[in-house]
């Protein structure tokens, strides 16, 4: 080992000579030998604490950059989610105001149908009853010149018979005109009767053309009205699939919602109640009528669903564009004991006193200190879920406390099991933990 320090002294005695730092007192002078070896051993940890000192600082400024880039970034995100509520708030309004004005044109398309009935069915009887006048008259006509004939036969034997007994025809010339004059009358009351016939006939033709023209009439408007009713049961779906797909992955059944708001209030408005039309006779529910119904329905979901969402968590607890998110939800690396656990909620740090926000409206369940929570607020919400809010620096409310979204609720802090200022929030269905991300974003993308 000793020579082998003395080799490479020797090989870096070239670059490195041996050097003495002497060291003088009031009574003496003391010097200090400084090898090669040991000159190389000082320049290389010199060297290496201007190399780490380089790269801790990079690193610093790239922790730096990275942060400001994400908070840029999900300034954007917010901005974007944001307009794409509105949109989405407009898009529903339309499809609200189209649905509307669909209804009032099919109310009014039924009107029209069913007075169109009406003077069909009348104008069924009216034919009817003419068709039934016209047999009528035929039949007295045939009857009358049965009667004419039979009547010319009997004068023409009455007259052979008074030719015969009395030489004469003066009798039966007189009876024979009076008879011409009867039969004249009668012709003349048939040509009337004829001539009403024919224009009873034309009536009769002019309604059957009426009730021809009514039930194209109400075919194409049977038709426009499918159209119509398929553009709004597809536009319903577009907007209530997404919705009823964040429910799901949220942990919360649609039905759930839908029934739960609607025993509170009636979610239905005057708008929005099913269409009931009287009908008289044997007539059947109309199919339309079954359709505009089933969107009725639709659109009383949605406003369902609206309600729903405002009693679920989708706010985000801190408002303040100074914090940043330090922590997801799932497995990690435990800061204080460095073993692989699983994390129940998510992180935000920032500075001491940020004003932490209840995420939906509910009730104190809890509010004080417990364990490595902290200082732990829990807040229980509609449909079973609960909030937890815990290492805070201050607490502002008291258990039974009722509060509302956006309502500040105490202050960040770093009590408990923390290692800095932050908050851990999380969000527990029935007891079990989920990922509030998952509530967050479903405000976002859905209103």
Avoid: C
Avoid at 305 to 311: K, L, M, P, S, V
């Amino acid at each position: 080992m000793k020579r082998l320090l003395v080799q490479l002294n020797h090989k870096l005695e070239s670059r490195l000579p041996e050097q003495r730092l002497f060291l003088r007192s009031d009574t003496t002078t003391r010097y200090v030998r400084l090898r090669p070896l040991t000159q190389a051993v000082g320049l290389a940890s010199v060297a290496s604490f201007f190399a780490w000192g380089v790269i801790a600082t990079s690193i610093l400024l790239m922790d730096a950059i990275g942060s400001g880039t994400l908070r840029d970034h999900a300034i954007r995100d917010q901005a974007n989610y944001e307009q794409r509520l509105n949109e989405l708030a407009a898009e529903r309004d339309q499809r609200a105001l189209e649905a509307e004005a669909a209804q009032q044109r099919f109310s009014e398309a039924m009107e029209r149908i069913s007075g169109m009935q009406l003077q069909l069915l009348a104008s069924e009887e009216r034919r009817l009853e003419l068709e039934t006048g016209l047999d009528n008259v035929q039949r007295t006509v045939q009857r009358v010149v049965r009667e004419r004939d039979q009547a010319r036969a009997r004068l023409a034997e009455a007259t052979q018979s008074l030719q015969a007994e009395t030489g004469t025809s003066r009798t039966a010339a007189d009876q024979s005109r009076d008879m011409e004059q009867m039969l004249d009358y009668l012709l003349a009351a048939m040509d009337r009767m004829n001539s009403n016939s024919y224009e009873l006939s034309i009536d009769a033709e002019q309604s059957v053309n009426r009730a021809n023209h009514l039930a194209l009439e109400n075919e194409l408007l049977r038709d426009r009205n499918k159209l119509i009713f398929s553009q709004l049961e597809e536009a319903l779906e577009a907007v209530v699939a997404p919705m009823e797909r964040v429910f799901n992955a949220a942990g919360v059944s649609p039905d759930q919602i839908r029934r739960l708001v609607r025993q509170g209030s009636d979610s239905r408005t005057a708008a929005l109640r099913p269409i009931a039309v009287s009908t008289s006779g044997t007539m059947a529910q109309s199919p339309d009528i079954e359709r505009a119904n089933a969107i009725l329905g639709r659109l009383a979901d949605i406003n369902a669903y609206r309600q729903g969402i405002d009693r679920l968590p989708v706010a985000r607890p801190i408002s303040s564009a100074r914090v940043r998110q330090t922590s997801g939800f799932g497995m990690r690396r435990h800061p204080l004991t460095g073993r692989s656990t699983m994390h129940n909620g998510l992180d935000w740090a920032g500075p001491r006193g940020t004003p932490i926000l209840a995420s939906a409206d509910g009730v104190v369940k809890q509010a004080g200190r417990q364990g490595g929570y902290g200082n732990l607020v829990i807040i229980q919400h509609d449909f079973g879920i609960e909030t937890y809010y815990a290492h805070l620096n201050s607490v502002d409310v008291r258990p039974g406390q009722r509060v509302s979204r956006g309502q500040r609720i105490g202050g960040m802090g770093t009590t408990g099991a923390s290692t800095g200022v932050h908050l851990h929030y999380e969000v527990r269905v029935g007891g079990r933990p989920v990922n509030p991300l998952t509530y967050i974003r479903a405000g976002q993308h859905v209103f």
